[in-house]
């Protein structure tokens, strides 16, 4: 196969490949718009019947994400994100993994549904989480 065939085939290689994936496919969302505008602070977990699930100090909003794990080190995947909600897969090596949806109601509450497994056993979360004062 002489130089210039080579370099044809490669060319019309190269362009297919650049054809097959449409711009931005396969680019994961980036951080919701949402969490930039949720209040740091003190923050309060409740589940069915007003139940108190879990109290945080807020600093980083996406802990939301996790409420089954906690402040617990998980890496996190933004699936969906708009102004309203999001929706994001987390893995904690060795505890468990979940996937939440949290929707925005102000920037002091916001809606939480969360399901997966903590421990080896399934888990189903649903909870109002609400800021209600500073950390301290």
Same mark, same amino acid.
């Given at each position: 196969?002489?130089?210039? !065939?080579?370099?044809?085939?490669? !060319?019309?290689?190269?362009?297919?490949?650049?054809? !097959?994936?449409?711009? $931005?496919? !396969?680019?994961?969302? +980036?951080?919701?718009?949402?969490?930039?505008?949720?209040?740091?602070?003190?923050?309060?977990?409740?589940?069915?019947?007003? +139940?108190?699930? %879990?109290?945080?100090?807020?600093?980083?909003?996406?802990?939301?994400?996790?409420?089954?794990?906690?402040?617990?080190?998980?890496? %996190?995947?933004?699936?969906?994100?708009?102004? $309203?909600?999001?929706?994001?897969?987390?893995?904690?090596?060795?505890?468990?993994?979940?996937?939440?949806?949290?929707?925005?109601?102000?920037?002091?509450?916001?809606?939480?549904?969360?399901?997966?497994?903590?421990?080896?056993?399934?888990?189903?979360? %649903?909870?109002?989480? %609400?800021?209600?004062?500073?950390?301290?």
């Amino acid at each position: 196969m002489t130089r210039f !065939a080579l370099a044809s085939y490669s !060319a019309l290689f190269g362009s297919m490949l650049f054809l !097959a994936v449409p711009g $931005g496919a !396969a680019q994961a969302p +980036g951080p919701s718009p949402m969490l930039t505008r949720l209040e740091a602070g003190r923050w309060e977990l409740r589940g069915q019947n007003n +139940g108190l699930l %879990r109290a945080i100090c807020l600093g980083n909003p996406i802990l939301l994400a996790q409420p089954q794990h906690g402040t617990t080190a998980c890496t %996190r995947d933004v699936v969906d994100a708009d102004e $309203g909600s999001m929706t994001v897969n987390y893995v904690c090596p060795g505890i468990g993994r979940g996937r939440t949806t949290i929707r925005f109601e102000t920037p002091r509450l916001v809606q939480i549904d969360s399901q997966g497994l903590d421990r080896g056993m399934p888990f189903a979360l %649903r909870a109002e989480a %609400r800021r209600v004062g500073a950390c301290g």
